[in-house]
């Protein structure tokens, strides 16, 4: 399984970024991927992901600020990001479930401790 975030990058407040996760080499019929943030030191804090039938999950912290979709065609997830503020400086990572539990009531917390895959983060700072 391979995973490639992109689109970080440094950002004034207020600003708008897009990140992209370029995911291959698996094969499911249903699994979830999604995005966490994680700064040295400090616990995973998830903060969005969807599904291939596109359920998506949010965080409330970036609720109405930050947007998952996805390129089924292309097999890429992205998250976009409004009204970037100096608290989402942060290396941004993609992850995924191949294993989501169905049966049982998913969110963020079910996808990362279910996390089988992530790939290298992409930094994100937002400075004046």
């Known amino acids: 399984v391979q995973l490639q975030a992109s689109g970080g990058g440094l950002v004034q407040p207020g600003e708008s970024l897009t990140l992209s996760c370029a995911a291959s080499?698996?094969?499911?019929?249903?699994?979830?991927i999604g995005w966490f943030r994680q700064a040295l030191g400090k616990e995973r804090e998830g903060i969005s992901a969807?599904?291939?039938?596109?359920?998506?999950y949010y965080s409330d912290s970036v609720k109405g600020r930050f947007t998952i979709s996805r390129d089924n065609a292309k097999n890429i997830v992205y998250l976009h990001i409004n009204s970037l503020k100096p608290e989402d400086t942060d290396v941004y990572y993609c992850?995924?479930?191949?294993?989501?539990?169905?049966?049982?009531?998913?969110?963020?917390?079910?996808?990362?401790?279910?996390?089988?895959?992530w790939g290298r983060g992409t930094q994100v700072t937002v400075s004046s």
């Open positions: 992850g995924i479930d191949l294993n989501p539990d169905g049966s049982r009531p998913y969110g963020l917390g079910e996808f990362l401790n279910g996390l089988d895959w």
């Open positions: 969807i599904s291939n039938s596109n359920t998506k």
């Open positions: 080499g698996f094969t499911r019929s249903y699994y979830v």
